[in-house]
């Protein structure tokens, strides 16, 4: 059995929810990199979910960001980046699916954008993503301005698809 969607939308709302304090204190985390944005993500979720969400974990061909264990030993694998542009974030899926194992079918991209032009990196990020080799064409669906899930041929199995949920944080 796979992790419920309705679970794992419960926990990428909260992950948005969470991370839009940083956006309204801004001076408190535009100083933290990437690791540190992170643990305090971890930490948050920690509280929330006890003993669910660990940082820096080692998931099949590496280390994963974030892994939110979230029932009967299911994995939500959420990877975080700082915005550099589409290239970087081509290669932010691929990072995210070298960590899936053949029983997921979703995972989370989070990218903290110190740009102005918050439009500009959600649009590129799109663009991205369609143009990744793995991408089903017609599965992008905008949700709020800086959110958007994509569906994708699972690096495994391409008879298996994975909803990627991809959260940008300003």
Known sequence: SALNRDDVVSLVDF?????????V?????????????RDLLVGMMNANYPGSTTGET???LGKTDISLRVDSGHVLIC??????????YKDAIDQLFNYLTWRQNYGVLLHFCK???MTTAVSEGQ?????HPSFTPGTM?????TRFT???AHPQDTSKSVEVFHLFVD
């Open 15 to 23: 992950i948005e929810q969470y991370t839009r304090q940083f956006e």
């Open 25 to 37: 204190a801004p001076r408190t985390y535009q100083k933290m990199d990437e690791e540190e944005l």
């Open 58 to 60: 080692f998931y099949k």
């Open 79 to 88: 990877e975080c980046k700082f915005w550099s542009g589409a290239k970087a």
């Open 115 to 117: 740009l102005k032009d």
């Open 127 to 131: 663009r991205a993503t369609t143009e």
């Open 141 to 145: 669906h905008a949700q709020p301005e």
């Open 150 to 152: 994509s569906r994708h």
